[in-house]
């Protein structure tokens, strides 16, 4: 049984994702339910259930909602289609896309007015990613290692430039650029990082962590990007670790022989997950649980301008 628990910090939700979900409970609120959401909110079952539990009904596509109804858009963006597409069906639209990824959009559309080829740095298939490239296909291409760099044709070398995806490794990352730099030396990129703050803040934190502890422990949802990252970076920095929903999912002989276990969450993992998991271990014996304390965080977003007016309006 584990003598002692290291608690990382900063861990778990993020600014955007704090925004997100307080964007759908509060249409809950105003508009009553149902409020539906087009994909998951953010990448984590616990909070998907509970807003599914008070109304919220989430749907694959912007198509499947009824015409005239209200729908919010997911922390991790849309392509400009899906926006078009909201508004032939006269659907209120509620924008929850994190202040972040539309960064990321903005430098898209203005590297694609300026004739750029756009390399995105991110992983096939992921929601930010498709809303990012939506933001103009013709002009974009993924790419998801330094092989993938390697491989790379573009019509115009001294014309390229570099976005990313929110939630990568940043050290992986950071390889990858340097290797574009290398292909292509008039690259360009963003003025400033696109790798968010909360993804870069925890993985510090799990670096810091991993060099203490036998064994650690991720709170986040499988499909969650950035909580997949801090699982390869614990294990990169020398610790075993496992990606888990909640409590139920520890194995016990993860435990034996880990005197020092390491809990952290993903950016879309509510504190109370972490919370159970603590409890689970002092009902098991351990008495001894710390906080690392690696950065402080005190970013907030504001909610969306739609739902900060209706707020107001309720309460005149």
């Known amino acids: 049984m584990p003598e002692k628990l290291l608690l990382a910090a900063p861990r778990g939700y993020c600014a955007g994702v704090d925004r997100a979900v307080q964007t759908v409970e509060q249409a809950l609120e105003l508009y009553g339910a149902p409020v539906y959401v087009r994909k998951e909110i953010v990448h984590n079952k616990h909070v998907v259930e509970q807003l599914r539990a008070r109304g919220a009904v989430f749907v694959d596509s912007e198509t499947e909602v ?20 909201a508004r032939e069906r006269s659907l209120a639209t509620i924008d929850a896309t994190c202040p972040l990824v539309t960064k990321v959009h ?49 019509d115009d070398p001294s014309k390229v430039a570099y976005i990313s995806q929110t939630t990568l490794s940043v050290d992986e990352t950071r390889a990858i650029i340097e290797r574009l730099r290398e292909r292509f030396p008039a690259i360009v990129g963003p003025r400033t990082d696109d790798i968010c703050y909360a993804t870069t803040n925890r993985q510090a934190a799990v670096k810091q962590l991993a060099g203490e502890c036998d064994l650690v422990l991720v709170i986040g949802s499988r499909n969650s990007s950035n909580s997949n990252r801090l699982v390869e970076v614990a294990r990169e920095h020398g610790a075993e670790s496992h990606l888990i929903d909640n409590e139920a999912q520890v194995l016990e002989e993860w435990l034996e022989g880990k005197p020092v276990v390491g809990i952290t969450s993903g950016a879309s993992a509510p504190e109370e997950l972490v919370q159970r998991l603590v409890d689970f271990f002092r009902a098991r014996g351990t008495v001894d649980v710390q906080e690392l304390k690696v950065v402080q965080e005190d970013v907030r ?7 900060r007016r209706a707020m107001a309006g309720a309460t005149n």
């Open 66 to 85: 009824p015409p005239g109804a209200t729908v919010v858009f997911s922390a991790h963006g849309v392509a400009p289609r899906v926006h078009a597409n």
């Open 106 to 154: 903005v430098e898209a559309k203005k590297f694609a007015a300026d004739g750029y080829t756009i390399v995105l740095i991110g992983h096939a298939g992921h929601e930010e990613v498709e809303g990012t490239m939506g933001e103009a296909p013709a002009h974009i291409v993924l790419i998801e290692n330094e092989r993938d760099v390697e491989a790379l044709e573009v």
């Open 301 to 307: 977003f504001m909610l969306p301008k739609g739902i």
